[in-house]
């Protein structure tokens, strides 16, 4: 098994960068939100577009495969959903395949390309020759690949299958032109690297989703009623996030958004989500392993940014920062 004795920990520079969102109201109390990209193509299209590709191969008879993916004109089945309920939020979380016996055992599928393609994605022919070569070492190795998705895609994937009642992740390791290997982790595997034990995974994944529902009822009695508002977020180190968001205008929201602002907005209100976590009654901070029989506590609070000036610039800086 890997260890992390040849990899930074800690978090990508893509996590700790600014996302956008879009909460639009759909009626009686009712919001969605959906992510703030607009009509801007993503920087990693070929990654997305092959990941699409494989997920079918993987899942799909080569006849079908062949009529429906490779021919024109030919025709996909849907994409399939797991919804689940948590206090006032219902997620959604797609479903890759099920198992063949067990019915009710849903896994998700996760094509990853080799680290340096993912660094230079504009550029991915040049790597198309490059091979996992080794199990232990800093560049082409196994241990490399698994402790970077470890990093990088981990805690989507935990989120990803907590939502969507999931058993495991099944991994496609590639360089857009070959597979160079495939692993299959269970879900309790991905929870011990990302958060070290179920028990905190589970655990943090609810007190997220009750953060999430104090910002957004905080910034929807700040803001004045309006059909769609763009949130801007930011996380800082030392437990402490960071939010702006401002409604959109009737012709940046309807039917279609840019990730632009237009302008100055109107209104704008931002404010900074602080939390402390207690361990056994202890304040902790950074890395640790909770274990079952530990008591957790998370406190969070609220602090608003009552310069409506200051709250503008925010807005604007986290924009230019926002990663698509």
């Not at 982790?185 to 997220?208: H, I, N, Q």
Request: charged fraction near 25%; aromatic fraction near 10%.
């Amino acid at each position: 098994m890997p260890t992390l004795s040849t990899t930074e920990a800690g978090f990508t520079r893509r996590q700790l960068s600014s996302k956008a969102v879009v909460l639009r109201q759909a009626g009686d109390g009712v919001y969605t939100i959906d992510g703030a990209k607009g009509n801007l193509p993503s920087n990693n299209q070929v990654l997305m577009d092959m990941g699409r590709c494989l997920e079918r191969l993987f899942t799909m008879h080569p006849v079908d495969f062949s009529e429906n993916l490779l021919k024109p004109g030919g025709t996909l089945m849907p994409d399939e959903y797991k919804y689940t309920q948590v206090g006032p939020f219902l997620l959604r979380s797609q479903i890759d395949v099920r198992h063949s016996i067990h019915e009710d055992a849903f896994y998700d599928i996760k094509t990853r390309a080799i680290r340096d393609i993912r660094l230079d994605v504009t550029h991915y022919e040049k790597y198309q020759k490059f091979k996992i070569q080794n199990l232990k070492n800093h560049r082409l190795s196994f241990e490399t690949e698994f402790m970077d998705m470890v990093r990088a895609s981990f805690p989507k994937n935990s989120l990803q299958m907590r939502i969507g009642g999931m058993k495991g992740l099944f991994v496609a390791y590639h360089n857009t032109a070959d597979i160079l290997g495939f692993e299959t982790l269970t879900r309790d595997e991905v929870d011990c690297y990302t958060y070290g034990s179920p028990f905190a995974a589970e655990f943090f994944y609810k007190a997220a989703l009750r953060m999430a529902e104090m910002m957004l009822d905080d910034l929807l009695r700040k803001l004045p009623p309006t059909r769609a508002i763009r949130i801007v977020v930011k996380p800082l180190l030392g437990g402490r996030l960071i939010y702006a968001a401002a409604p959109l205008k009737e012709e940046e929201g309807f039917p279609e958004y840019s990730i632009s602002w237009g302008g100055t907005p109107e209104h704008v209100y931002s404010g900074t989500l602080n939390t402390d976590i207690i361990v056994n009654n202890t304040r902790v901070r950074g890395p640790f392993y909770p274990l079952p029989e530990d008591k957790l506590e998370v406190y969070a609070g609220i602090t608003p940014m009552e310069d409506e000036q200051i709250a503008r610039t925010r807005y604007r800086q986290l924009m230019l920062e926002t990663d698509l």
